[in-house]
């Protein structure tokens, strides 16, 4: 426990003079990205990770949290804040519903129900133009307030969604470790097994699941507020795989992990700029060798491949 | 071995990235944005755009520049994705420093950006169509792509002298089909047109038979499609395979060779509203735009060995149109932005500019001509 209060520690540490580094540079809005990327995949982690149970839908999560916010706030004149509440509650309450019947799937089935999902949500976002704006977008969301602070520059909106992902990193680590983390990881490895212990399976996928989908609504609603603009083409099919691969470079089943994985490749793009056209090569083959190289994530895989180097060099193992 | 080639690889190139990153500040040239989502699904729009612009750079730097000083393009792919859209605007405001940016190639994109450019008081000359971009007028922003609005009374106008009054719409359902349906409605009243079918389609659809086959059992006396390619063709072929009989007009967005090729004989006698370039070859010598757009699809086709299209087109004016400010208003981004709105009759691909105070996009719906597909080309409607 000791060392998990250290490792948050330096986290917490590190996030707070980031910016102070980096000030005035355009650095610090890539880094609100990797806040709000940081919360989708630590969020896509519990479920992916811990339960074993994939989503190739939670970018429709994620806006839908975006766009109930912004229309709550924008077209009904709602306080920000607590329409950020309502659209976790809401999607929380949805994704519990649709969870009970599509969890029962397995394996590729539950990829594909999951894949339907996000298709589904991003055609709504597309089609319902009177409600978001359809494809050209919904502008005009306002920024977050507290009492006479509004978050409307780079600098007060890092601190905000830093503060919401420090607190999803903290409560999902202390959820890793505890009764309940255990069961979710017994119910990965056998869910039969689980059963047989006494784990009421069934349940704590669904609540897992919406507790999932929930963050994901607010670290959509932070987005709408941060950027005053959304349009679908952030929420389709890709961003899902986006998310998935950010959980699986930076490791399943690790929270910090998850945060490794969306700086990585938030930030990794913005490095390959220099190379123009080529970037996505050269970003595709850096994925696919850390795949090849660290299958078990960056966090588990690099010590595991310091100690595979020592006898390689040796005996020269394929 | 190999995992030591692997890391020492991997070393390499992240190190030419940072040393990269902080070579370009060598010389001085005048630094302008551009953001074309040259890969993804819009990729048809940002490619174009992002060569055309590459070439007017060039050109300009090789006839000198502009009062001596080169041109520097720094261009960005948006993808296609607001939020990379917004993530770039930042890093050239805020890293590379730009007077002034060119693009996005979409509706969204554009929208995405437009706080950021105005926070910083930095001129967008967005090369989307969206009407929304420019109405109402936000100070920093300009848009060289023809409104949707006027190639829709375009079509009304020519609606109206054949005397048709009921007509089927049939749109598709992303940025550029919504935003076309919702000019239909609301411009329909004035001509006089009812809409007795409004219908939309998916961009991905292959067969629109059901759309058409509630058309053929209304009033409709025409048939109004707006769309990209490939769905208009599919209309097109769907509208000859059912026999019907009615004309059909199609939008803009397929006024290039590529929709005939893919409609084939299917595509004969459909009337559209399009730029001049396509029919830059068969304009009359009196027309203003003639000699630009003689220039630009000769280059083009030099450089890029394709024939030059609307979109490329709507880059072109977009560098032009920020040459001539910086000629006029000098190299910062207030100078540019206020002789950018000063623009008098500039004779571009999309059409002949004027801005003003209260207008921002610059053209009136004789940027359009009506063509008409004859012998597998175009012909001007008279």
């Given amino acids: 426990m000791k060392r998990e209060l250290l490792k948050f520690l330096i986290l917490a540490i590190l996030v707070a003079i980031l910016p102070t580094l980096l000030s005035g540079s355009y650095l610090v809005n890539v880094l609100i990205f990797v806040g709000i990327h940081t919360m989708l995949a630590v969020a896509l982690n519990l479920l992916l990770g811990f339960a074993g149970q994939i989503s190739l839908g939670h970018a429709g999560f994620f806006g839908l949290g975006a766009y109930a916010s912004a229309i709550l706030t924008t077209t009904y004149g709602i306080n920000p804040w607590i329409a950020m509440v309502a659209a976790a509650v809401a999607v929380s309450l949805l994704a519990f519903a649709i969870g009970f019947p599509i969890l029962k799937l397995k394996g590729h089935y539950l990829a594909m129900a999951t894949l339907g999902l996000g298709i589904i949500f991003f055609i709504v976002f597309n089609e319902a133009v009177e409600l978001t704006g359809g494809p050209s977008g919904f502008s005009g969301i306002p920024n977050l307030k507290i009492g006479s602070i509004t ?20 409560l999902s680590v202390n959820l890793a470790n505890s009764r309940i983390g255990r069961a979710l990881r017994a119910i990965h490895d056998s869910e039969v097994a689980a059963r047989v212990m006494g784990v009421n399976a069934r349940l704590l996928k669904v609540q897992i699941f919406a507790l999932s989908a929930g963050i994901s609504a607010i670290a959509g609603s932070l987005y709408a507020h941060t ?60 994925l696919i060798l850390m795949t090849m190289f660290l299958p078990g994530g960056l966090v588990r895989g690099i010590p595991g491949l310091l100690a595979r180097l020592r006898p390689a060099d040796k005996q020269e193992e394929g | 071995m190999r995992t030591r080639l692997i890391t020492g690889i991997l070393s390499a190139v992240l190190l030419s990235v940072f040393l990269g990153s902080s070579l370009a500040l060598a010389a001085e040239p005048i630094k302008i944005g551009g953001l074309f989502s040259v890969t993804g699904p819009a990729s048809f729009l940002g490619e174009p ?29 948006t993808q296609g994705d607001s939020t990379k859209a917004k993530q770039l605007v930042n890093k050239l405001i805020k890293n590379d420093k730009v007077v002034a940016i060119v693009g996005p190639s979409t509706t969204g994109d554009s929208m995405a950006i437009i706080g ?38 375009k079509i009304f106008d020519y609606l ?33 047109i009812k809409l007795v079918v409004d219908d939309t389609y998916g961009p991905k659809d292959t067969d629109m038979t059901p759309q058409l086959t509630k058309i053929r059992s209304s009033q409709a006396q025409a048939i109004i499609c707006w769309g990209t390619n490939p769905g208009p063709a599919v209309i097109a072929r769907n509208v000859k395979q059912l026999g019907i009989k009615l004309p059909l007009f199609m939008s ?41 757009l003689i220039s630009f699809v000769k280059d083009y086709q030099k450089h890029y060995k394709a024939e030059g299209d609307h979109f490329g087109g709507h880059a072109w004016d977009a560098i032009m149109l920020l040459k001539g400010a910086i000629e006029r208003g000098g190299v910062t981004p207030a100078g ?15 059409g002949v500019f004027t801005f003003s105070r209260t207008d921002h996009a610059g053209l009136t719906k004789d940027a359009f001509v009506l063509v008409q597909v004859k012998n597998r080309d175009w012909a001007l409607v008279k």
């Fill in chain 1, 151 to 170: 978050f409307d520059n780079d600098l007060k909106n890092y601190g905000l969604i830093w503060l919401f992902t420090l607190v999803t990193v903290l």
């Fill in chain 1, 227 to 286: 950027m005053g603009f959304i349009s679908p083409t952030s929420f389709g099919f890709n961003f899902s795989i986006e998310l998935i691969t950010m959980v699986i470079i930076g490791g399943l089943g690790s929270i910090y992990g998850s945060l490794i994985g969306a700086f990585i490749l938030t930030i990794l793009p913005e490095a390959l700029r220099t190379f123009q056209d080529y970037d996505i090569i050269i970003y595709g083959i850096i």
């Fill in chain 2, 49 to 77: 755009e992002r060569n055309t612009a590459q070439m007017v750079v060039d050109e300009i730097n090789a006839a000198g520049g502009i009062k001596g000083r080169k041109l520097q393009l720094i261009a960005y792919d």
């Fill in chain 2, 116 to 153: 950021d450019v105005e926070r910083a008081g930095i001129p967008l000359v967005s090369c989307a169509a969206g009407s929304k971009i420019t109405d109402p007028v936000k100070k920093w922003v300009f848009k060289t792509a023809q409104n949707d609005g006027l190639a829709v009374e």
């Fill in chain 2, 160 to 192: 109206k002298k054949m005397k048709i009054s009921h007509v089927a719409i049939l749109t598709v359902s992303d940025g550029f089909g919504s935003s076309g349906r919702e000019q239909l409605k609301a411009k329909a009243a004035k001509y006089g």
């Fill in chain 2, 252 to 292: 803009h967005g397929v006024s290039s060779k590529k929709f005939i090729e893919l409609a084939g004989d299917a595509a004969e006698g459909i009337i559209l509203p399009s730029g001049r370039v396509i029919v830059s070859d068969v304009l009359p010598q009196q027309d203003k735009q003639k000699k630009s």
């Fill in chain 2, 336 to 350: 540019i932005r206020d002789a950018l709105e000063k623009t008098v009759n500039f004779a571009g691909i999309g």
